[in-house]
């Protein structure tokens, strides 16, 4: 090209957690790198995510916080760069930052704080960033060839950093994977992960919708104890959205609406010690009262001194096992993420290369790893930005 601003050492498909990270690092090395993003603005689902604070990194973020066909795959990316790493470049930046629980670090202020580090250490980087850039087609010869809205590019390293399928109003598509299947590589079936579940429309949840209640969920080989909230379509809160990611449709959830408790040995206690209150009133002490109605509605809400022991047995097992087939969750418009993507066979884990690609690197969401609710995407974004970045 005649143009040098067209030509580069790499380029990086896609704007986000994952291409701006991989830029940065490897602008650092003295690569001439550019970004295209077909947004108008950069960060889109960085400034959303942490209700708007960014849940930027978990401290405890290691390999076993991550589903992938191939559950090791992340382990060398995530060994090379750590959420200590991380953490160091947000205090460079003199961003205040707060634990909010569980390790899950949150912007004091502002999601903007972090995509405007990613930006500053990227122009600092020397990398051009072209947004408002719609890549109409990838060829390859000797080089990446990238015809778009903007121009022609060309590089010898192209990074597919195109994200996933969740939440498309904010601009996500499916050009990486198709991408992808374009050089020949394989993709993991995709579905959306840390959503909320829908509920059978018999079941009715509308009368419970804003309850909140502490559970413990399990599907498959996932188990998580945090907050589960009922809405007029289903389930949602952290827990749900945990488990979700384990969840196949079909499959049977299992909820302890009473987690840590023995409500069986209570009940049976207090009707030892002559309790006569309605069954509805003793549980509502401790747990939501819409809920407890809810469960009694069947007939089971009677005074307790004239329950049998077997009856007070079924009661406390109605909420410590309520077993539950979703009809659906609410789609990839409330996903976090996407579950599935390239298949990690494809890639070397040292670099994200395409074995059978050389050159071409995929980084982030678009690739089969996803991370557990709390920072463990946006981790994953840095560790596998940082792998590619090195490498390139």
């Known amino acids: 090209m005649n143009d040098p ?44 995510s942490g209700g708007g604070r960014c849940n930027f990194t978990n401290l405890g973020a290691g390999p076993e916080h991550y589903l992938s066909a191939n559950p090791h795959f992340c382990k060398s990316a995530l060994a090379r760069y ?45 990398v051009t960033i072209v947004t408002g850039c719609a890549v109409a087609a990838v060829e390859r010869d000797q080089d990446f060839r990238v015809a778009s809205s903007r121009g022609d590019f060309r590089a010898p390293r192209l990074v597919l950093a195109t994200g996933g399928l969740s939440i498309p109003t904010i601009g996500a598509t499916d050009f990486g994977y198709r991408l992808a299947a374009q050089f020949g ?25 804003g309850v909140s209640a502490d559970a413990e969920v399990r599907c498959g080989d996932g188990a998580f104890r ?39 040995a209570e009940l049976a206690a207090a009707k030892a010690a002559g309790a006569k209150a309605l069954v509805s009133t003793f549980l509502s002490e ?16 009677r005074p307790l001194n004239q329950l049998a022991a077997r009856e007070l047995a079924a009661i406390a097992a109605s909420f410590h096992a309520w077993e539950l087939v979703p009809a659906g969750t609410e789609g990839y418009r409330k996903a976090e993420v996407t579950r599935g993507g ?42 596998s930005g940082h792998a590619a970045g090195s490498a390139v």
């Open 342 to 383: 390239i298949d990690t066979r494809e890639l070397s884990s040292q670099t994200m290369e395409a074995r059978r690609v050389p050159g071409l690197h995929c980084v982030g969401e678009v690739v089969d790893v996803t991370g557990w609710l709390g920072g463990y995407n946006f981790q994953w974004a840095w560790a």
């Open 82 to 126: 750590s959420p200590q790493d991380f953490l160091a470049l947000v205090e460079r930046h003199g961003i205040a930052w707060h634990e909010k629980k569980l390790g899950q670090l949150f912007c004091d202020g502002s999601a903007k704080q972090i995509v405007k580090l990613l930006v500053d250490e990227c122009e600092a980087a020397g």
């Open 286 to 301: 401790q747990l939501p009262k819409r809920l407890v109605q809810r469960w009694l509605a069947q007939g089971g809400d």
């Open 226 to 264: 945090e907050n589960l909230l009922f809405t007029h379509a289903g389930l949602s809160g952290p827990a749900i959205l945990q488990i979700s990611s384990y969840w196949h449709p079909g499959e049977q959830v299992i909820i302890d609406l009473a987690p840590g408790r023995d409500l069986a």
């Open 185 to 209: 590589l394989a993709v993991v079936p995709t579905a959306p992960a840390l959503v909320p579940f829908t509920l059978p429309g018999s079941w009715g949840s509308a009368e419970l919708s």
């Open 5 to 48: 601003t067209r030509s580069c050492d790499v380029l990086v498909i896609g704007g986000g957690a994952a291409g701006l990270f991989t830029a940065l690092t490897a602008g650092r090395r003295g690569r001439a790198v550019v970004v295209l993003d077909h947004s108008p603005a950069l960060g889109r689902k960085i400034l959303i």
